[in-house]
Every structure is written in C-alpha cells, then in structure tokens.
C-alpha cells in the first residue's frame, strides 16, 4: 500500500512562500494521480491541486495562481510551491493519490500564515 510522509510546513507571514513534500513509497506511485488536500480545525478536508500522471494538473479557486503543484516520479515525490500566501491558507496540508482508492492517509504538515 502506498505510504505518505508529508514535509515542508511551517510559519510563515502573508505574502511568503513554502514549499511542500510529499514522499511516497509503495508500487505505482508513477501511474497514479496525485493531490494535495488541506483541513482546517473544525473544518472539512478539501483538494487544494492535483496532478495527474502525465503531468496535467487543477487547481483549487483560492489558489490558483498562488500555487503550483508539480510530481518528480523518480523520486517518488509531489510538491506544492505556495507563493503569496494568505491567512485563508492556514491548514494541516496532506497529500494522496486520486483513485482507485485513497491510500492512508499521512500525519500532514502544518501551515500557518500569520503576521
């Protein structure tokens, strides 16, 4: 089964920028389709962007044009680059595939925007 450990969060003030990683492991990591979801506290667990495996990709309204997501499959690692970023951003960022299943999901990686 595919595993995921997610990386790269932090604080960071608006207007920054973050980078996130997603390393996986597990068969196929290359033909599956890949997404980064965020949850805020209290909140339901949404898809911010997704790639698929041939590197076509969408993104969220809220943040689309702020971020790009991108997939180095022989690394086994998807990443979100998080430019001009805003309070609304504030989450617990995760990653996953995009069928035929979820895989588990990992322990997410903290982002806070604040001044």
């Known amino acids: 089964q595919l595993q995921l450990v997610e990386s790269g969060g932090g604080l960071v003030q608006p207007g920054g920028s973050l980078r996130l990683s997603c390393a996986a492991s597990?068969?196929?990591?290359?033909?599956?389709?890949m997404a980064w979801f965020r949850q805020a506290p209290g909140k339901q667990r949404f898809l911010v962007a997704s790639i698929t495996a041939t590197q076509d990709t969408n993104y969220a309204n809220s943040v689309k044009g702020r971020f790009t997501i991108s997939r180095d499959n022989p690394k086994n690692t998807v990443y979100l680059q998080m430019n001009n970023l805003k309070p609304e951003d504030t989450a617990v960022y995760y990653c996953?595939?995009?069928?035929?299943?979820?895989?588990?999901w990992g322990q997410g990686t903290q982002v806070t925007v604040s001044s």
């Open positions: 597990g068969s196929d990591f290359s033909i599956y389709a």
């Open positions: 996953n595939r995009v069928g035929p299943t979820f895989a588990s």
